[in-house]
């Protein structure tokens, strides 16, 4: 009986798994098309290096972790790092900003569209306090 529980739940673990979206490993050049708008939603981070491999200041700054499901598996040396993104907020499109891809959001924390950004990008579109908010972007 033990045998067949776990053999069950291999299973449904196995079958779970494969029918989850895989992340590609670099991050496919057609999204990176000025003419492509994306929306999502800004959240804010503080740090000092990520998977590109780019030192940042970011509270000087405008940068942007750009969500894993867009960026791909690979780190240093993606197509995406060091990209600029023109950033604008969904409720006063008079503010917007432009940032630099720096690093990676992970797609449990980033959805597809999504984006991570500095404290100093993140001021120029509303507080901090206010925590998340939703944005239109593009590539520069």
């Given amino acids: 009986m ?13 079958g779970t798994l494969s029918m989850a979206a895989p992340v590609t490993k670099r991050a496919d050049s057609s999204i990176f098309a000025a003419s492509n708008q994306y929306s999502g939603r800004a959240t804010w981070f503080t740090g000092s290096y990520g998977a590109c491999n780019i030192n940042w200041d970011g509270n000087t700054e405008p940068i ?3 969500s894993a499901l867009m960026m791909g598996a690979e780190s240093w040396g993606n197509p995406a790092c060091g990209k600029l993104v023109r ?12 940032a630099r891809v ?5 797609g449990d924390e980033c959805s ?5 950004l500095s404290p100093a990008a993140f001021q120029q579109l509303g507080d901090l ?3 998340v908010l939703d944005i ?5």
């Fill in 87 to 98: 950033i604008t907020l969904k409720s006063d499109p008079s503010k917007s900003v432009e």
């Fill in 102 to 106: 720096v690093d990676k959001c992970p």
């Fill in 129 to 131: 306090g206010t925590g």
């Fill in 2 to 14: 033990v045998k067949f529980t776990f053999a069950l739940f291999a299973a449904a673990v196995v």
């Fill in 64 to 66: 942007v972790a750009m």
């Fill in 136 to 140: 239109e972007w593009s590539f520069v």
């Fill in 112 to 116: 597809y569209g999504s984006l991570d």
